[in-house]
């Protein structure tokens, strides 16, 4: 899963853990990337799949490309996609020190925290504030912005 990636030997680095969908890729999302690399010293993303999202409407854009966009980030050390079964299953890999959750992500942050120390996965969470405003800073916003201008 992480085959490409390969750490300096002998680093004892503070990984960062981020996670989501990233359906049409932003500057909020840039943001929070980037946030959540000042955590520590490796972002590693997890990308939702297609199946796995079911809070809000499907992707517009396919998860592979989700994928290959957010890897591109200069923020981002290695970014992958997450299990259709088991969400915690990449972490087994992964081992984050820190999980960082965007401001509007749907998680409680002891509730994690709990379920992660349960699974023999100790890492602290940590939710990134909104602090950059911006027009189109939510892809429901441009979504909205583009049918306004175009549909």
Same mark, same amino acid.
């Given at each position: 899963?992480?085959?490409? !990636? !390969?750490? @300096?030997?002998?680093?004892? &680095?503070?990984?960062? &853990? ?7 890729? /932003?500057? $909020? /999302?840039? !943001?929070?990337? #980037?946030?959540?690399k000042?955590?520590?010293?490796? *972002?590693?993303v997890?990308? #939702? ?5 079911? /809070? ?6 396919? %998860?592979?490309?989700? &994928?290959?966009?957010?890897?591109? *980030?200069? #923020? ?14 990449? *972490?087994? %890999?992964i081992?984050?020190?820190?999980? #960082?959750? $965007? !401001? ?5 942050? %002891? ?8 699974? $023999? ?9 909104? @602090?950059? %405003? ?5 892809t ?12």
């Amino acid at each position: 899963m992480l085959a490409g !990636y !390969y750490p @300096s030997p002998g680093d004892l &680095l503070t990984r960062v &853990l981020a996670t989501g969908t990233f359906d049409i890729l /932003h500057p $909020g /999302h840039v !943001y929070f990337l #980037a946030q959540a690399k000042a955590l520590g010293d490796e *972002l590693f993303v997890i990308i #939702a799949r297609d199946s796995n999202v079911t /809070h809000k409407p499907k992707p517009v854009i396919p %998860e592979e490309q989700r &994928l290959e966009m957010v890897d591109a *980030l200069k #923020a981002v050390n290695k970014a992958i996609l997450g299990s259709e079964k088991d969400m915690f299953e990449p *972490l087994r %890999e992964i081992k984050p020190d820190i999980i #960082a959750l $965007g !401001y509007d992500q749907r998680f409680d942050t %002891e509730i994690l925290e709990k379920e992660l120390t349960k699974r $023999g996965l100790p890492a602290k969470v940590v939710r990134i504030p909104l @602090s950059k %405003e911006c027009p189109l800073c939510s892809t429901g916003t441009i979504i909205k912005e583009v049918l306004k201008r175009y549909g």
